[in-house]
């Protein structure tokens, strides 16, 4: 199933929440700290009380990389508690020149097996073209973010007075052949 098809279908049936598993192992419940794996216990736990109401979850790279072989392997089985039917997204925020997003984007799409994923879209379209070369997959391009120092680069004004932002929401949305691009945009914003 394509990844818009998820995502459609789940908000066809009034869910439209997702659910950020941005684990850390320091503000896990204590109870669960005697579990062998207690970052997947957790994550299970919270898969089995959202999925009802989850069209997407959410994981955030960072929190698994810094663990190494163990984080991938943390990834890969919380993968397999999240239905199949229910969209995910590789929190990592990636985009690079054009050989290694190449490399990025077959890590999350082929072997993670992702629905999609959010990208920097700062060193250019280049860098995002082969994220965006999986039509079947999702895209979500980082344009205007929550944290105070979006302010440092987001929110400058461009010589034609229009935010850098404001350019990087036209140039995706016109360049956005296969129709597989969203927008990351604050929700304080």
Request: charged share 25%.
């Amino acid at each position: 199933m394509k990844a818009t098809e998820k995502l459609i279908l789940k908000n066809k049936e009034h869910k439209f929440v997702c659910v950020g598993l941005d684990t850390d192992l320091k503000k896990i419940p204590e109870h669960l700290l005697n579990y062998n794996n207690p970052i997947l216990e957790f994550n299970k736990r919270i898969i089995e009380a959202t999925e009802q109401y989850a069209a997407a979850y959410k994981i955030n790279f960072a929190f698994y990389e810094v663990l190494g072989k163990k984080g991938f392997e943390l990834i890969e089985e919380t993968l397999k508690l999240i239905p199949g039917d229910v969209l995910t997204i590789a929190d990592a925020k990636r985009g690079d020149i054009g050989n290694t997003s190449e490399m990025y984007a077959k890590s999350v799409y082929e072997h993670f097996g992702f629905d999609s994923v959010t990208l920097n879209p700062y060193m250019g379209m280049d860098s995002l073209q082969p994220f965006l070369n999986y039509s079947e997959k999702l895209n979500f391009v980082l344009t205007l973010t929550s944290n105070p120092g979006s302010s440092d680069f987001e929110r400058q004004v461009l010589n034609d007075g229009s935010y850098l932002y404001q350019k990087i929401i036209y140039s995706i949305s016109n360049r956005n052949a296969e129709k597989n691009c969203g927008i990351v945009f604050g929700a304080t914003n």
